[in-house]
Every structure is written in C-alpha cells, then in structure tokens.
C-alpha cells in the first residue's frame, strides 16, 4: 500500500458530515477519518476514544507517535497525517496532493460541518506539532 491508495480512500470521505467521534460514512471527526481510511484499506485498527471536543494537552499527539512512523516536514508525502496544535485546538489530516501542485490536505473540520480538501497553507503548517505514517505505508 501506498500514499496514493490512502488518498484514493480519504477523498471518497469528501462531503461526509462533521460527528464528534464519529467512525463511519454517516459521520467522522479529524481522528475519524484516518481511523475509517486505515479500516477501508483492511489495516489494522487503530483507534482512540473518550476524547473531548477540545484539549490542552498533548494526547493527540502522544497516539500519534505510539502508533505511527513520524517523518519530518521535508519527507512529507502523500497520505501522511498531520498533527496540528494550536491554543486548545488540536487536528489532524491527511496529506493530499493539488491539482496546482503542492499539497493538499483533506480533513474533517468542524466550521465546514463536513469532511473538506483545502490547500495546505502555511497557516496551517505554522501549526503542525507532528507529521506521521501509517507504518505499512511504502514509498
């Protein structure tokens, strides 16, 4: 498996509303996703639970490098996942590729109420506290 089939999957997620803790078609949050691509795929579960709504701490971040091959911002490829922290915010992604070049990112996000591709801009990389892949991912 690689990038490609992780954003293959990821993007059949676009348009699929915003559910706190959702795991499903009828509804995913930013872990949500990732967790439903990884199922879609036939991967191995990996999941976290009983989280709230918004955080302060870091276990976001801490499931994320107990669980995934973490890559620096330079390695960056398709299907990898961000983690973002920013004040009591945290997201994660998943790494797309643009029609325009550069990269994309496809996510679940709350103020869209849906699961969304945008542009990874550097806004958003300012904030990004990790960059991880799913170990069965090849280049």
Same mark, same amino acid.
């Given at each position: 498996?690689?990038?490609?089939?992780?954003?293959?999957?990821?993007?059949?997620?676009?348009?699929?509303?915003?559910?706190?803790?959702?795991?499903?078609?009828? =509804?995913?949050?930013?872990?949500?996703?990732? &967790?439903?691509?990884? +199922?879609?795929? %036939?991967? *191995?579960?990996?999941? $976290?639970?009983?989280?709230?709504?918004?955080?302060?701490?870091?276990?976001?971040?801490?499931?994320?490098?107990?669980?995934?091959?973490?890559?620096?911002?330079?390695?960056?490829?398709?299907?990898?996942?961000?983690?973002?922290?920013? =004040?009591?915010?945290?997201?994660?992604?998943? &790494?797309?590729?643009? +029609?325009?070049? %550069?990269? *994309?990112?496809?996510? $679940?996000?709350?103020?869209?109420?849906?699961?969304?591709?945008?542009?990874?801009?550097?806004?958003?990389?300012?904030?990004?506290?990790?960059?991880?892949?799913?170990?069965?991912?090849?280049?």
């Amino acid at each position: 498996m690689n990038g490609a089939d992780i954003v293959r999957v990821a993007r059949g997620f676009i348009g699929v509303r915003y559910r706190h803790q959702g795991r499903s078609r009828n =509804g995913v949050d930013c872990i949500g996703l990732p &967790v439903c691509v990884r +199922a879609e795929l %036939g991967l *191995s579960p990996l999941d $976290a639970a009983g989280y709230g709504k918004s955080s302060t701490g870091s276990e976001m971040l801490d499931y994320c490098k107990a669980n995934m091959a973490e890559v620096s911002r330079a390695d960056l490829q398709l299907g990898d996942v961000l983690v973002q922290m920013d =004040g009591t915010a945290r997201h994660m992604a998943i &790494v797309a590729d643009c +029609a325009y070049g %550069g990269f *994309s990112i496809i996510h $679940a996000w709350l103020p869209n109420r849906r699961v969304v591709e945008c542009r990874l801009d550097d806004y958003f990389m300012q904030t990004v506290r990790g960059c991880f892949r799913f170990p069965e991912v090849t280049a």
